[in-house]
């Protein structure tokens, strides 16, 4: 079995895809699919992953392993069943994640909670679940999936800029002790991709991205040794360029933002 590092080309191994049952990650998984990978495909909605495999390029090629990523005992238990049932993991991604607006009128503590639980301490529970077995190889890629409105906070982005910001910086700080291990570990970060989730959003989104336009992103970004991958590329030029102005600038932007 080939190792993770060398590539999303066919025969690559095993894939398991956590958020796989829509959006992003149900396009991906197929992609993965015909490319030659076993996918390992995970998601709360057991029907929705059963979906997926029927319509996979080939039998067995996408096998549902339904879970809650907001359960660590469960995840861990679920990614030695991905193990014994298709091997060992080779590239893990977990591309779960949640999101709804919300303005200073609307402020609530428990949207916080559910998004961190989700978006955040989801993707801690799946690092606990699938590191421990990589770690002991000495090799695999773990790929999470954040955002870059996890680059500087945003107008009524509050929860969900938090969570991925938090995403962000745990895999900035992961990172080199996982290298030392032999353990890629990289982040995804697009920018605004017509999906279930955003299609919640009331205002103009600069530089939306169809799904499979994202999936392609995505594909050329596991060809290549990056610790980031975003998309698309004017508006992540854009989100970095905000990352490096003095506060003083930058909150008379956002300021500006809030007017009708």
Not at 96 to 125: C, H, K, S, T
Not at 152 to 168: F, Q, T, W
Not at 183 to 192: A, D, E, S, T
Request: avoid cysteine; proline fraction near 7%; charge should be positive.
């Amino acid at each position: 079995m080939q190792q993770a590092q060398t590539g999303s080309g066919g025969d690559g191994g095993v894939f398991w895809l956590v958020g796989a049952s829509s959006g992003i990650g149900r396009a991906l998984a197929l992609r993965l699919a015909a490319a030659g990978w076993q996918v390992a495909a995970t998601a709360r909605r057991a029907e929705a992953l059963e979906a997926l495999a029927a319509e996979a390029p080939g039998p067995g090629r996408v096998v549902p392993f339904p879970g809650d990523v907001t359960d660590a005992a469960a995840m861990a238990k679920l990614a030695a069943a991905v193990e014994a049932h298709l091997g060992p993991v080779d590239r893990a991604l977990f591309n779960q994640g949640d999101y709804e607006p919300m303005g200073l009128d609307a402020f609530d503590p428990a949207l916080f909670e559910r998004l961190m639980r989700i978006n955040y301490l989801g993707m801690v529970n799946g690092l606990a679940a699938v590191m421990p077995a990589m770690i002991r190889r000495g090799r695999g890629e773990i790929l999470l999936t954040a955002s870059l409105a996890g680059y500087r906070g945003l107008p009524r982005a509050a929860p969900y800029g938090a969570s991925k910001a938090a995403v962000i910086s745990m895999a900035e700080s992961l990172q080199p002790e996982l290298a030392q291990k032999g353990v890629r570990l990289r982040v995804i970060n697009p920018g605004f991709v017509r999906t279930p989730m955003t299609d919640k959003n009331r205002f103009p989104m600069p530089f939306l991205m169809e799904t499979d336009a994202a999936v392609e992103a995505i594909l050329r970004g596991l060809e290549g040794r990056r610790f980031e991958i975003r998309f698309p590329r004017p508006f992540a030029l854009i989100m970095h360029g905000l990352r490096l102005l003095p506060y003083g600038v930058f909150l008379r932007i956002t300021q500006r933002m809030l007017k009708p």
